[in-house]
T-cell receptor, first 117, second 113 residues
Framework: GAVVSQHPSWVICKSGTSVKIECRSL??????MFWYRQFPKQSLMLMAT?????????EQGVEKDKFLINHASLTLSTLTVTSAHPEDSSFYIC?????????????FGEGSRLTVL | AQSVTQPDIHITVSEGASLELRCNYS??????LFWYVQSPGQGLQLLLK??????LVQGIKGFEAEFKRSQSSFNLRKPSVHWSDAAEYFC???????????FGTGTRLTIIP
């Protein structure tokens, strides 16, 4: 099946620094990728839709300047948490649909756990 | 607005016993429904999906789910659970032509010997 990989799988950073998380589709092209955030013992909340060649679409309440998304190629989307603070600590998961596949069928990355000290 | 409700936050089942995880949805039309499983610290794996047709769908790892329009439900079942089934289970829906998923809050499944 289609594989989506995230890197790093976990990262610890100091407050005020920026952290970049990569999401790659390894064996298929993804014009769209979705970024989710998951708090401990809670569900996944959609943050934004990453679109190759155009600006990302953010969900209501998500700060665009805080969470920078760049869809650099058909296989890579990056999420940069800028000026990170402890409240940004979370599990971030990306997903991508397989082009030509059934609508709504997404492939998820392994997730990236961010801890901001 | 569409929503997904998983009434059970945590369920404990004995190994070998049957399992049913509940999922209710709110949506104006027939949604696309999914069940995903998440092991600790991992991403999500698709167990099964319902788009149309037969309301009883079979998935991987011996799971099945039944779509009941009258009850707005899509409950997940397994006749006999294994210790490896311990995980977090998420029900989700999307609307036609849109891959955005709305997730339920999840049900954590614990298996006891």
């Amino acid at each position: 099946g289609a594989v989506v990989s995230q890197h790093p799988s976990w990262v610890i950073c100091k407050s005020g620094t920026s952290v970049k998380i990569e999401c790659r589709s390894l064996d298929f092209q993804a014009t769209t990728m979705f970024w989710y955030r998951q708090f401990p013992k809670q569900s996944l909340m959609l943050m934004a839709t990453s679109n190759e060649g155009s600006k990302a679409t953010y969900e209501q309440g998500v700060e665009k300047d805080k969470f920078l998304i760049n869809h650099a190629s058909l296989t890579l989307s990056t999420l940069t948490v800028t000026s990170a603070h402890p409240e940004d600590s979370s599990f971030y998961i990306c997903s991508a649909p397989l082009a030509g596949g059934p609508t709504g069928e997404l492939f998820f990355g392994e997730g990236s756990r961010l801890t901001v000290l | 607005a569409q929503s997904v409700t998983q009434p059970d936050i945590h369920i404990t089942v004995s190994e070998g016993a049957s399992l049913e995880l509940r999922c209710n949805y709110s949506y104006g039309a027939t949604p696309y429904l999914f069940w995903y499983v998440q092991s600790p610290g991992q991403g999500l794996q698709l167990l099964l999906k319902y788009f149309s047709g037969d309301t009883l769908v079979q998935g991987i790892k011996g799971f099945e789910a039944e779509f009941k329009r009258s009850q707005s439900s899509f409950n997940l079942r397994k006749p006999s659970v294994h210790w490896s089934d311990a995980a977090e289970y998420f029900c989700a829906l999307s609307n036609f032509g849109n891959e955005k998923l709305t997730f339920g809050t999840g049900t954590r499944l614990t298996i006891i010997p």
